[in-house]
């Protein structure tokens, strides 16, 4: 018997409002998350992958509700997370940290790092100072920092010291899952390598499930056990890492494949080049919201959005170019 995932998206929704005028009077919408789900099982990693503006970011944080999404479900270990008042969310936001993009504006500059990762252990009840100090000591180490160096400042390291800092803070409250939002995007691309291995490392030391945020399939690719592709609020298609690069179904994850430099799909791939820009959130194209861009566009992909379906196991896709079973020829 298959266990329960660990977490379970559903119907997740986040618009945000355009306003206007004095009065703030609101104009219009930009669907930032637009009726989303998957679900993540223990151990695991799921990368979110899409251009700037595709609402991967907010996915993220609106799964830690440091966003609040407007609907749809959110259950971790089988709880309704959108449903918790502040008491019940506080002990919960210890399973569940964030690592963010940039590892020097998410340190606070006027504190030691030893200071920065000891805040969580206090909002968290260790009152402890001795078992705080260990805890830091401790977590610095596994982490690849030296310990005396705990009295330091954020500018006094590294940008690849500064991400380890990050991940040190979200690792010693001994969360079961981490969202990191582009961990590595900021990093020269030899240090991307190491932090990267230092991710691997501890969720295995730790058993913990990733949901990875990133525009770099490169990176999803070595990080991720399960791949969400993402367009303009969507998941466009949802596969394992396996099947998503080497049999990836959805034009837009093709054409993003054939932009991977020396990958050994590209050759096939970027025979359907990306044409124009990236609609805007606000309007979104009806029909497909990728059909201002696919070249392999029909007339049903201008008036009808696209159902998403289960093509083989685990593999699902939102295109016409896969119509339901009963319409197939």
């Not at 298959?2 to 977490?7: E, Q, Y």
């Not at 679900?39 to 440091?66: A, N, P, Y």
Request: glycine share 8%; aromatic share 6%.
């Amino acid at each position: 018997m298959t266990s329960a995932p660990l977490l379970e998206v559903k119907g997740l929704k986040k618009y945000f409002p355009l306003r206007k005028g004095v009065l703030g009077k609101v104009a219009g919408w930009v669907y930032a998350v637009d009726d989303i789900s998957f679900s993540l099982d223990r151990g695991k990693t799921l990368g979110l992958v899409g251009e700037s503006g595709c609402g991967k970011s907010t996915t993220g944080r609106s799964i830690l509700r440091l966003i609040e999404p407007d609907a749809g479900e959110i259950l971790f270990e089988g709880r309704e997370v959108l449903k918790m008042g502040q008491d019940e969310l506080r002990p919960l936001r210890k399973d569940m940290q964030l690592v963010f993009q940039d590892p020097f504006a998410s340190l606070n500059p006027r504190l030691s790092i030893g200071e920065i990762i000891e805040e969580g252990l206090i909002v968290h009840g260790v009152s402890n100072r001795t078992e705080r100090q260990d805890l830091i000591e401790w977590v610095l180490s596994r982490v690849g920092i030296r310990p005396e160096m705990k009295s330091r400042y954020p500018h006094e390291f590294s940008g690849g010291q500064r991400q380890r800092v990050g991940i040190a803070r979200s690792l010693v409250l001994q969360p079961k899952l981490i969202v990191a939002d582009e961990p590595v995007s900021a990093l020269d691309v030899s240090i991307q390598a190491q932090v990267m291995n230092l991710l691997v490392e501890i969720q295995e030391e730790f058993g913990l499930s990733y949901i990875v945020v990133a525009h770099d399939l490169a990176v999803v690719e070595y990080l991720s056990d399960h791949v969400a592709i993402m367009y303009l609020g969507k998941i466009v298609e949802h596969a394992s890492d396996r099947d998503i690069y080497t049999s990836p179904l959805h034009p837009y994850t093709q054409s993003l494949l054939g932009s991977i430099p020396f990958h050994p799909e590209r050759e096939k791939m970027k025979k359907a080049p990306l044409q124009g820009e990236v609609p805007s959130p606000i309007a979104p194209p009806p029909g497909c919201h990728f059909h201002t861009r696919c070249p392999k566009r029909m007339e049903v992909c201008d008036q009808l959005p696209p159902e998403f379906l289960e093509v083989s196991p685990g593999h699902g896709v939102a295109c016409h170019l896969y119509p339901p079973t009963h319409q197939r020829a």
